[in-house]
């Protein structure tokens, strides 16, 4: 996997493996969950994808460096693991059960004046704020440094090392990023009292 070639493999033992990943891995575990939720938009997908990254965390442990940023090495798994997914779910076609559908619409509790664009429904109730609303609607590449940067409190050069991306590059994508996020908040803004500076 390309996220742990850099670091040379140490040798541990089956007894510090269990004590890396519960004292430097387990106590990230929020953080890294609210990253996956703010990634996969789905309580579901973001617990699998936890479930992915930690098995990934402990199959490759002995590429981690004890003392060195935990979080940041976690981090970057968790934004491959996502990145590699993704790419591959939008390469094959959507999988439907036809019998499910077919028993749903024949059934007496279907609603016959279901809104032709089922998105809207399965949607409306999981975000509720315009922040939340404006930062999903980002580009994958341009949340992401967003929630590293603003919410996560990342410095640019552990940013640079999880992205795999130069520090000029990450500076560039967080400036684009607010600006598109500034963009679409200014009607919410001015609605809310602000005025733009």
Request: some cysteine; charged content about 30%; glycine content about 4%.
């Amino acid at each position: 996997m390309e996220e742990f070639e850099e670091t040379p493999r140490q040798h541990y033992t089956e007894a510090q493996k269990n004590s890396i990943f519960n004292n430097e891995f387990m106590p990230h575990i929020n953080s890294m969950y609210n990253f996956a939720y703010r990634l996969t938009l789905d309580g579901d997908d973001a617990k699998d994808l936890l479930q992915d990254t930690y098995l990934k965390a402990y199959r490759f442990i002995e590429s981690f460096q004890q003392g060195t940023n935990a979080k940041a090495w976690l981090f970057r798994i968790l934004k491959n693991s996502f990145i590699n997914d993704y790419r591959k779910k939008s390469k094959e076609p959507s999988k439907v059960d036809y019998q499910d559908v077919e028993t749903y619409y024949n059934s007496e509790d279907v609603d016959r004046q279901i809104t032709p664009d089922l998105r809207v429904e399965a949607l409306k109730d999981m975000i509720g704020d315009e922040i939340s609303n404006a930062l999903n609607s980002l580009d994958v590449d341009f949340k992401t440094v967003i929630i590293l940067c603003d919410l996560e409190g990342f410095k640019y050069e552990e940013m640079a090392k999880i992205l795999d991306i130069p520090i000029g590059t990450v500076r560039s994508r967080l400036h684009r990023a607010r600006n598109l996020l500034k963009e679409k908040l200014s009607t919410y803004a001015k609605q809310m009292g602000y005025k733009n500076a």
